[in-house]
């Protein structure tokens, strides 16, 4: 793997996030709009980048969520990560809203979390076209690691983290908290 080059893309994907977030259809209020500077973010670190295999369960369970405005929401407990943190064994429950569905959702809390990053918990989403390879392996990458739409809104609605996917580590990676200092 070419770090610089990947380096490189998790750079220009975040410019373009905050490019997106100066636009017209971003979550962030109008007034927030006229001075923002860009969304903060740790810097990309190889160290929150795996290749791991899912554990796929046999026996899929639907996991009710609650969201931010107090919404049960399902879904289905699709797979789990293993992987090791500073030397912390850790693991991660991926969901899907349908069986269907190409993408798995991750929820996650770490030890950042209200701290320097959303105190709700960060997402990742892993779309089988661009965080799967070849081999079937899954690409995890907390580097790409953001906050939903609820940390920057009251307007939206997000799911909560599930206390199963709250890690007793630091991942010091991805999107930092939204300060709404912009205003």
Same mark, same amino acid.
């Given at each position: 793997m070419d770090i610089e080059k990947w380096k490189n893309v998790i750079e220009m994907a975040r410019r373009q996030k905050d490019a997106f977030f100066g636009s017209y259809q971003s979550p962030i209020s109008f007034d927030e709009k006229e001075n923002f500077k860009g969304l903060h973010y740790y810097p990309p670190d190889i160290k929150y980048r795996f290749e791991l295999e899912l554990g796929e369960y046999t026996e899929k369970d639907t996991l009710k969520i609650k969201d931010t405005k107090g919404n049960i929401r399902d879904f289905i407990r699709f797979g789990e990560f293993r992987f090791n943190i500073d030397e912390t064994n850790c693991k991660l429950q991926a969901y899907k809203s349908e069986l269907q569905e190409e993408r798995l959702f991750i929820p996650f !809390?770490?030890?950042t979390t209200? !701290?320097? &990053?959303?105190?709700?918990g960060r997402y990742l989403d892993m779309e089988s076209g661009s965080y799967q390879l070849p081999d079937g392996r899954w690409i995890?990458?907390?580097? &790409?690691a953001y906050n939903p739409w609820c940390a920057y809104s009251e307007n939206y609605s997000c799911p909560l983290t599930p206390a199963e996917n709250i890690l007793d580590v630091e991942v010091c990676a991805g999107e930092k908290n939204y300060p709404h200092e912009n205003k």
């Open positions: !809390k770490d030890s209200g !701290k320097e &990053t959303y105190p709700a995890l990458d907390f580097n &790409t």
